[in-house]
């Protein structure tokens, strides 16, 4: 059997509409060989397309040679089918496919293509080697659950593209080459051939341009928007990502917060049939802090950081007597009924904690009798355990898990621990766990509000934006601007979904005054502020309106959306740990004829294995422009 041509043949309906309404009919199918049984005589195709799997009958009766033909067929070989919807005997009825009430009989085939024998199952739903489905990207995007998180994806864009536009949206391009700016993270450079020795930047956000957007009038814009950070690939990264990004002019943040809860509620209707409640609860940016530590709380997860300190002052035991002495301070987090935990639970969780960099965790557990738990017993007099059981809040039943050392380092450490115990305790779904139905999951969303509008760089010993250098203080604040600056509060707010940030945005300078003390707070003198930004500056002495905006992770909202962990999962072709895509090979090594067209050349170049795979280039006349 040799593959043929379409020759004029069509496709009349696709593999899963079949129904029982189209039998009788005869129709044409056109897919892959999904599986193939002989028997008894028969042979029974599974065909399979984008929208499922119809059953294919070949009976030697109707047609002897076709019966041999269908005998050929392999697992991926592409035909096309002519015949009739017929349906199914009672008992062969297969409830799990959408057309399992009927089959069709097959009265012509055309062959369409062959295949090799793939290197991974397409036909099985089972747990495949990364490195093979990244290599063999093409068949694992053919994969049913593949192909379902692809339309997923689809969906959530085109429900948000939707909902924008019936709010007077539109939806703008902004550059792929770009002025480099190095105030972010590290950018990707792009030579420019016919202007030797400088560079583009592929965009790390749209930032600049949509407010620049707001300046032209365009009063409301949003983009599907590629951005591009050159960082090391830690956990659930890509170097190439996509943001729903948007902008609009006269508006305050509650405008921001109405748009993107209606574009979330519209588009988790859409796609997952759900209603979200809103307005989001919203918890301001010191709060979220003494309360769960971290900008990401999970507030729904409870669990709140009391502070122990005073509690425990008159405790004579070394390691909070010495945070407490250093300055720092003691607290603790109480899991409702966890005095039961086993020894193996604290101690794994003592091991977390000790990597995330505090000394250790202390447990005290009460009993259901009330008494105490702990190894810590013996420094706990009757006075003390009373006065720590009550800034605990602990109830019988109960054990508070106590960190101790310097309070940022305390905060930091008790925010992870509570949300690993979110997670130990199912309060939130687990990292890795595939969720049937993601309507089942609870999608909690939460504004956390005024950021501090700048951080102490330790290294750099400089002030640094905490989000970002065009984010506007707080009005009431810009006096504290040349006084106390960390105490300056500023106008940016993060979205968070189950203690995952998955957005954030501000309201933005837009006067050059203001903007000019910004940049001046964090280094940045006013000669290389005009050099770098002098653009946007002068922009803003033209009659620009105020304006603010957001941007969410759209990879990551889709996977948590498709109820997968990895936003690889959601990107078609996306690259691997050290930003290889294993598909193509990119990046890789180009000829000395490309690199002299581009006056750049190759130095220091690592051998190849991990680190080498981007190789190492340098600029041989010129700084980047
Ligand atoms: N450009 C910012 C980002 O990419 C978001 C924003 O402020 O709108 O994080």
């Known amino acids: 059997m040799q593959p043929e041509p379409l020759l004029g043949w069509k496709r009349t309906y696709s593999c899963g509409a079949l129904r029982l309404t189209h039998v009788g009919e005869t129709v044409t199918l056109m897919g892959w060989v999904h599986r193939r049984r002989d028997l008894g005589g028969l042979v029974f195709i599974d065909l399979r397309d984008r929208d499922g799997i119809a059953q294919i009958i070949f009976n030697p009766q109707d047609n002897s040679e076709l019966f041999e033909q269908a005998r050929q067929l392999r697992n991926e070989y592409v035909i096309a089918v002519t015949g009739v919807v017929e349906q199914r005997a009672e008992g062969t009825v297969n409830r799990e496919l959408a057309s399992g009430t009927v089959e069709l009989r097959a009265v012509t085939m055309k062959l369409l293509n062959t295949s090799r024998v793939p290197p ?62 190095p105030e972010g993270a590290r950018d990707y450079l792009v030579p420019s051939r ?68 209606g574009t979330l509620k519209h588009t988790f209707k859409e796609v997952l049939g759900l209603d979200l409640v809103t307005p989001f609860p919203r918890m301001p940016y010191h709060v979220a802090e003494q309360r769960y530590s971290y900008d990401k709380p999970d507030a729904w997860v409870g669990m709140v950081f009391n502070d122990l ?54 447990t005290v557990g009460f009993g259901d009798d009330g008494a105490v738990r702990s190894s810590l017993a013996r420094y706990l007099d009757e006075a003390s355990t009373a006065s720590l059981r009550e800034s605990a809040q602990a109830a019988n039943g109960d054990m508070v898990m106590i960190v101790a050392g310097p309070t940022p380092r305390v905060l930091e450490v008790l925010g992870k621990l509570r949300l690993e115990l979110g997670r130990r305790l199912k309060l939130i779904p687990m990292p890795g766990t595939v ?95 005009n050099e770098k930004f002098g653009f946007l500056m002068e922009a803003f002495e033209y009659g620009a309106p105020p304006h603010g905006g957001i941007a969410l992770g759209f990879d990551r909202l889709t996977a948590l959306m498709s109820g997968v962990d990895s936003i690889r999962e959601v990107i078609a072709f996306p690259k691997n740990q050290n930003a290889v895509d294993m598909l193509t090979g990119a990046p890789v090594e180009v000829t000395p004829e490309q690199l002299a067209l581009l006056s750049v050349a190759v130095v220091d170049k690592k051998p190849a294995g991990r680190s080498a795979s981007v190789p190492a280039q340098e600029v041989e006349a010129g700084a980047p422009a």
């Open 120 to 181: 991974l199952p397409i036909n099985e739903d089972r747990v495949l080697d990364d490195g093979l489905r990244m290599k063999y990207r093409f068949l694992d995007l053919r994969r049913a659950p593949m192909q379902q998180r692809i339309i997923t994806r689809h969906r959530v864009g085109k429900a948000m593209r939707d909902y924008l536009g019936s709010q007077g949206f539109l939806e703008i391009e902004t550059p792929m080459l770009v002025r480099s700016t």
């Open 194 to 261: 016919v202007n030797p020795g400088r560079f583009y930047a592929l965009p790390q956000s749209p930032q600049l341009f949509k407010q620049l957007l707001m300046v032209s009038g365009l009063e409301r814009y949003f983009q599907l928007a590629r951005c591009f950070r050159d960082e090391d690939l830690r956990a659930d990264r890509q170097p190439e990502f996509t943001q729903l990004d948007l902008e609009m002019s006269f508006i305050e943040q509650d405008d921001i917060f109405t748009i993107i809860e």
């Open 309 to 362: 300190t005073s509690a425990v002052s008159k405790v004579e035991f070394g390691a909070w007597k010495t945070a407490i002495q250093e300055g720092g301070c003691v607290k603790g987090i109480t899991v409702p009924h966890g005095a039961g935990a086993s020894r193996k639970e604290t101690d794994e969780l003592g091991n977390l904690v000790k990597g995330w960099g505090a000394g250790g965790l202390f």
């Open 435 to 529: 969720i049937a139905n993601p309507a089942e999951q609870p999608f909690n969303f939460l504004w956390v509000v005024n950021f501090p509008q700048f951080h102490w760089n330790e290294e750099e010993q400089r002030l640094e934006a905490e989000h970002h250098p065009f984010t506007s203080p707080l009005p009431e604040d810009i006096p504290l601007m040349k006084t106390d600056p960390l105490k300056v509060r500023s106008s940016a707010y993060d979205l968070v979904l189950n203690g995952t940030e998955m957005g954030s945005g501000s309201i933005r300078i837009h006067q050059r005054p203001l903007q000019e003390m910004v940049f001046e707070a964090i280094g940045l003198d006013p000669q290389a502020a």
